[in-house]
């Protein structure tokens, strides 16, 4: 069985770097596209960005100046990178497994609350 | 603002049948990309309802299905049930954004 688990401080200041890591057991991370998704307190889902092939990426324009997605396969770990945070970046943060740039999100860890303040 | 429109609220009684739509455009769902659905209860992470427009993971409900026509997506529930209130959200690709988009979600109250 798959399984995802976030991890990183839950508190970031204003103007700092968030970095997350994801940690993924009972399968191997090559071969699967490995994204980041967030979700402020009481809104929707917001799509981050994806890795797949081990090194190839894409970010929600949105987002992209600021965010950076890499992929550790010798530890099975995924991580997540955001730079120069605001308080809208107050948010749950998960990683999520897919087969596919058109595929659903199979697997996807608990989340981490990532509160930006200072 | 969504790339992906749903309805903000639903609600039905115990054993009927409710939908909630998800409609998109020319760059994601009428491209010709799926639809997913999922569903997130209160406190927790989101879990895969449908994949691929209309397939069930395995251990769903068959109350639960998918239908894609167009630029749109319906999610249906049939014999509603306390446990199905929760919030679900609709996913795609979408071409001009190389990523991937979601739904604002919908909230689905038992009455």
């Known amino acids: 069985q798959v399984q995802l688990q976030e991890s990183g401080p839950g508190l970031v200041k204003p103007s700092e770097t968030l970095s997350l890591t994801c940690s993924v057991s009972g399968g191997p991370i090559s071969s699967y596209f490995w994204s980041w998704i967030r979700q402020p307190p009481g809104k929707g889902l917001e799509w981050i960005g994806y890795i797949y092939n081990s090194g190839s990426t894409h970010y929600n324009p949105s987002l992209k100046s600021r965010v950076t997605i890499s992929v550790d396969t010798s530890k099975n770990r995924l991580s997540l990178k955001l730079s120069s945070v605001t308080a809208a970046d107050t948010a749950v943060y998960y990683c999520?497994?897919?087969f596919g740039s058109g595929s659903s999100l199979d697997y996807w860890g608990q989340g981490t609350l990532v509160t930006v303040s200072s | 603002q969504s790339v992906l429109t749903q309805p903000p609220s639903v609600s039905g009684a115990p054993g009927q049948r409710v939908t909630i739509s998800c409609t998109g455009s020319?760059?994601?769902?009428?491209?010709?990309?799926?639809v997913h659905w999922y569903q997130q209860l209160p406190g927790t992470d989101p879990k895969l309802l449908i994949s691929g427009n209309s397939n069930r993971p395995s251990g769903v409900p068959d109350r639960f299905s998918g239908s894609k026509a167009g630029t749109s997506a319906s999610l249906a529930i049939t014999g509603l049930q306390a446990e199905d209130e929760a919030d679900y959200y609709c996913q795609s690709f979408d071409s001009s954004l190389s990523g991937w988009v979601f739904g604002g979600g919908t909230k689905l109250t038992v009455l």
């Open positions: 999520a497994r897919a």
């Open positions: 020319s760059s994601n769902i009428g491209a010709g990309y799926d």
